[in-house]
């Protein structure tokens, strides 16, 4: 009966590990929307699925705008939109916070100029 014992203790062991490391590496995602019209955005990030960010993200804009639309989505990195003096924007993702603002401001240089970063999101991984 022990040797029983044991080999259930030792299968239920292997088994939360096993848990553990699909837990550790399930992915995070996050998503930035944003309204042209208003330049109203939402956030969000942490989220288990893409759709779930980007839900998120689309129900914190829409409290402020009629308009809003997902501007980037990211999973394990950062996000950021940045807006020219015209109007014209850009957004971008990136492996940390400086390549996700770098890359929103190439994209926004593409519309207009004087770009600045005006919402930047990380997921926690």
């Known amino acids: ?21 699909a837990e550790a590496r399930a992915d995070n995602y996050g998503a ?10 939402g956030w ?3 989220h288990p699925s893409r759709r779930q960010a980007e839900r998120a993200a689309m129900r914190n804009c829409r409290g402020y705008a009629y308009d809003c639309r ?16 015209n109007g014209g924007w850009g957004a971008d993702w990136g492996q ?11 994209a926004c240089y593409n519309h207009g100029d004087g770009c600045r970063v005006v919402r930047w999101a990380c997921t926690s991984r």
Request: proline share 3%; with cysteine; glycine share 4%.
């Open 44 to 46: 969000s990030y942490d």
């Open 96 to 106: 940390d916070r400086e390549e996700a603002e770098s890359n929103a401001l190439d």
């Open 1 to 21: 009966m022990p040797k029983f014992h044991l080999a259930i203790m030792t299968v239920a062991t292997v088994l939360a590990s096993c848990v553990s490391v």
């Open 70 to 85: 997902i501007a980037t989505y990211f999973s394990n990195a950062c996000g950021a939109v940045a807006r020219a003096r």
């Open 32 to 41: 930035i929307a944003y309204s042209p019209e208003t330049g109203a955005v």
